[in-house]
């Protein structure tokens, strides 16, 4: 990186900031929206004394359809539960035609209020700026467009070469208008800067809070270690790699056994492996359910070739599990390498699975790596901590 991001330092217990727009493409307080951290922060914010005015961005029209913004093939193939099949065409959504279609939108839904209330979109899904030039707006982004399509994620990968370019060129002007980007990891803030030209000072590193609440104390069996998985895509999140690895570790450690949750892999046959499926975490039974289960695992396993700042890393840390990684993006943030759990170079299942024995065969180490990853996650990672960060990176002098 070509200078260093900043990390906003706590302000005040009550706010400069008394009123904000918040703005993401799905309602900004739906729990469903960003995966809940939408939902979060604005709701930390709220609780921290600021007037939150949510905003939706993807403001479909009916018209919008004869110019392509829905192809008839999308929604038959997200029907045939294909996740890589967008419901709106990525060649529209990504395109300066739509990207400009809804931040015109969003400019006529601003125009109703006051200037002097900033602006904080998750995304960079359209230009919160263009609606009038005094009003200050913020963004915020766990991953840049160039760091999607290295990875080959998202639905931008999806759209033509010649549209990807000018999903690139959007999102610079997001953040051309925006007074400071905000983070969730420096890795991200290293895209924004190199990739994008943005000054440093501008780019703060604010974080994410782990998603998961009230943590159950900790009741290892230490007869029966076990590795947790909890994703809702099995081959997304690196299940297959995990399975080959937990096999090799079993030979090591028989009674070793490996817990799946969020997904439903055919692995009946497989010795060793529960599949507990989907858990509806509405439900109280159902958010129980995970929370016992973080409990009682041994250890966390996360091998997916590209999440931008997983939240579950975060969950096993305030859940006392010591996680088994990659070293790949921003998990180095999240997981400190022989500290809170061990970070593996590379995708070899041998070494994987040197490093889940290397917890599973040592119960005294892994529950002194879980406590040391419970306190970094209670000094970093909560919701109010990544809340006052946010408000002070919004109180930029006049």
């Given at each position: ?83 890589r099949t967008p419901l709106v065409d990525p060649d529209w959504m990504w395109s300066r035609r739509g990207f400009d279609r809804l931040s015109d939108r969003l400019a006529r839904r601003l125009a109703a209020i006051p200037t002097d209330v900033p602006v904080l979109q998750v995304g960079t899904q359209v230009d919160p700026g263009r609606a009038h030039p005094a009003r200050q707006v913020f963004c ?46 420096a890795w991200a803030g290293r895209s924004v800067v190199d990739d994008y030209g943005v000054d440093p000072s501008r780019v703060v590193v604010v974080g994410a809070g782990a998603n998961l609440a009230d943590p159950l104390p900790r009741r290892t069996d230490v007869d029966r270690p076990s590795v947790l998985l909890v994703g809702r895509d099995w081959e997304q999140k690196g299940g297959p790699l ?157």
């Amino acid at each position: 990186m070509s200078g260093t991001t900043r990390t906003a330092a706590p302000a005040s217990a009550r706010p400069k900031t008394s009123a904000l727009v918040a703005v993401a493409p799905s309602d900004p307080l739906d729990p469903a929206t960003f995966s809940g951290l939408s939902h979060r922060m604005f709701g930390q914010l709220a609780a921290q004394g600021v007037d939150v005015t949510p905003v939706a961005t993807r403001d479909l029209r009916w018209h919008d359809a004869l110019s392509g913004a829905v192809r008839p093939r999308a929604v038959l193939g997200r029907a045939a539960a294909d996740r890589r099949t967008p419901l709106v065409d990525p060649d529209w959504m990504w395109s300066r035609r739509g990207f400009d279609r809804l931040s015109d939108r969003l400019a006529r839904r601003l125009a109703a209020i006051p200037t002097d209330v900033p602006v904080l979109q998750v995304g960079t899904q359209v230009d919160p700026g263009r609606a009038h030039p005094a009003r200050q707006v913020f963004c915020i982004t766990d991953c840049t467009v160039v760091q999607a399509l290295e990875a080959d994620e998202f639905s931008v990968s999806r759209a033509s070469p010649r549209i990807q370019q000018e999903a690139i060129d959007c999102q610079r002007q997001v953040f051309a208008a925006c007074t400071r980007v905000l983070v969730l990891s420096a890795w991200a803030g290293r895209s924004v800067v190199d990739d994008y030209g943005v000054d440093p000072s501008r780019v703060v590193v604010v974080g994410a809070g782990a998603n998961l609440a009230d943590p159950l104390p900790r009741r290892t069996d230490v007869d029966r270690p076990s590795v947790l998985l909890v994703g809702r895509d099995w081959e997304q999140k690196g299940g297959p790699l995990l399975l080959e690895a937990f096999r090799l570790a079993r030979r090591r450690v028989p009674t070793a056994r490996l817990v799946v949750v969020g997904c439903t892999p055919r692995l009946e046959a497989e010795p060793g492996v529960e599949v507990v499926g989907v858990l509806d975490l509405s439900d109280p039974a159902g958010d129980a359910h995970l929370r016992r289960l973080y409990a009682e695992a041994t250890c966390f396993a996360l091998l997916s070739r590209f999440d931008a700042f997983p939240n579950v890393l975060l969950e096993a840390g305030v859940s006392g599990l010591p996680v088994v990684s990659t070293d790949t993006g921003s998990r180095a943030e999240a997981v400190v390498d022989g500290v809170t759990g061990r970070l593996v170079a590379g995708r070899d299942p041998g070494a994987v699975a040197d490093a889940l024995v290397s917890l599973l065969d040592d119960p005294g180490r892994a529950a002194a790596m879980g406590r040391a990853g419970a306190a970094r996650v209670a000094e970093l990672f909560t919701w109010p901590v990544v809340g006052r960060r946010v408000l002070d990176a919004l109180e930029v002098p006049c």
